[in-house]
């Protein structure tokens, strides 16, 4: 398709469960007010564990969302995937008929999808043996569970995939969905991450893989993202989806739109499993910009992959100064990490509806627990305090582990 025909893409509707509010209003006032959902973990016994904090989603409720029969059929990470999806469908005013069900499609990230039950029928066999598996195991845990079951629940028959590409899985999934509308495969999409990964085994495998802050005795004031005595990660679980649709559908209906998504670039480090490469976020960055027909000097903020572990961190930063030049220290950057934790395959949602929200209400959220400068990382991390600014284009950046990269351009939408 050529340029003069691509169609634009917008959002219309945007939902999220977090571990600092699972509506808009509360999510939007957390992360603005510097507000820490990390918590002394509750699901799992971590008496064994150096690390005992995570972003948990204290009040969900699937009964609010699915029947009680459905929700035995789904993991956690799908439940989780429906409620998100429910509340941006509502935010979106999309009248779901018949007409409309064949018109949308599902895309939905996630890095480590059914873990939980995949857990439970593993300790099932070899504590109880074999009798005792679920037989509904398989469905419960396969990667296109989250989007299949989407679909079903909804109705929707268009295009559904699953996206697994670890920290970066829902960034990819919002920019495939993008793309498929902007070069005429979709009108609508339902595109998005959802992950819960605080299971027994998930969780003690990011202990000893050492990535994990063991700051246990102030979790609020665990995760540090960019801060020279940064000292790991926080696990969180979560889920985000958007609605996005071609301008003209959206026009027709009169659909309310947030924002509009001008680029995506993805790119593979093709390096390392666990350790960034910075000449491949470096390439996804210019792939984005290039996408979006935008310079470098037009981006007003970045929300950042930001982790809080060392290598991350410091690898992000040479990667803005790369790309941005003398201008990377002046654009502000925040990791809402620093609040939320990190939620893997659904982080990229959920920091895409923050930088979205942010040009919407014209205030940066900021980089929390910012507390001694790291001169590695010498650049605006709105340190601890938000700020009001004017923004019209933002960046959100993702990094997965496996070496995948993926970033997202979202405009303010003007009417």
């Given amino acids: ?107 939905l990230g996630s890095a480590v999808a059914g873990i939980i039950s995949h857990e439970i029928a593993a300790k099932d066999l070899f504590v109880r043996g074999h009798r005792y598996v679920n037989p509904l195991t398989v469905p419960l845990v396969m990667f296109n569970a989250g989007a299949s079951n989407i679909c079903m629940h909804f109705g929707f028959t268009g295009t559904s995939f699953g996206i697994s590409t670890a920290c970066a899985s829902a960034t990819n999934a919002i920019g495939e969905a993008y793309q498929r509308i902007k070069n005429g495969y979709g009108e609508i999409m339902v595109a998005g991450g959802s992950d819960a990964p605080i299971s027994p085994v998930c969780f003690s495998a990011w202990n000893k893989l050492r990535a994990m802050s063991t700051n246990n005795g102030e979790p609020e004031r665990a995760c540090k993202p960019f801060s020279k005595d940064r000292d790991g990660l926080v696990m969180a679980e979560g889920s985000g989806m958007l609605i996005l649709e071609s301008l003209d559908s959206a026009v027709a209906r009169s659909a309310g739109i947030y924002g509009e998504i001008i680029g995506y670039g993805s790119t593979s480090d093709a390096f390392h499993l666990t350790y960034p490469n910075k000449e491949q976020e470096i390439r996804a960055i210019e792939l984005t910009l290039a996408d979006a027909g935008v310079n470098p000097d037009d981006i007003d903020y970045i929300n950042a992959h930001g982790t809080a572990t060392t290598a991350n961190d410091k690898v992000e930063t040479e990667t803005i100064k790369t790309v941005f030049g003398k201008r990377a220290y002046s654009i502000p950057i925040s990791s809402t990490k620093s609040m939320i934790g990190h939620s893997l395959g659904a982080s990229g949602a959920i920091e895409l509806i923050a930088s979205i929200l942010a040009m919407r209400n014209g205030f940066i959220p900021p980089t929390i627990n910012y507390e001694i400068p790291d001169p590695e990382c010498d650049l605006d991390y709105v340190p601890n305090v938000g700020r009001r600014a004017e923004l019209s284009i933002a960046m959100s950046s993702s990094f997965g582990f496996g070496g995948t990269n993926a970033v997202l351009l979202v405009k303010k939408w003007k009417d």
């Fill in 1 to 107: 398709m050529s340029e003069k025909n691509r169609r634009r893409v917008v959002v219309t509707g945007m939902g999220l469960i977090t571990p600092v509010g699972s509506d808009m209003e509360t999510f939007w006032d957390s992360v603005a007010n510097g507000v820490s959902g990390v918590r002394l973990v509750t699901s799992i016994d971590t008496s064994a564990s150096r690390t005992k904090i995570a972003g948990q989603i204290e009040d969900f409720d699937p009964e609010k969302y699915l029947e009680p029969k459905e929700i035995k059929r789904m993991d956690r990470f799908t439940q989780l995937a429906i409620a998100a999806t429910s509340l941006a469908l509502q935010d979106s005013n999309l009248k779901i008929d018949d007409g409309i069900k064949e018109k949308v499609g599902v895309i």
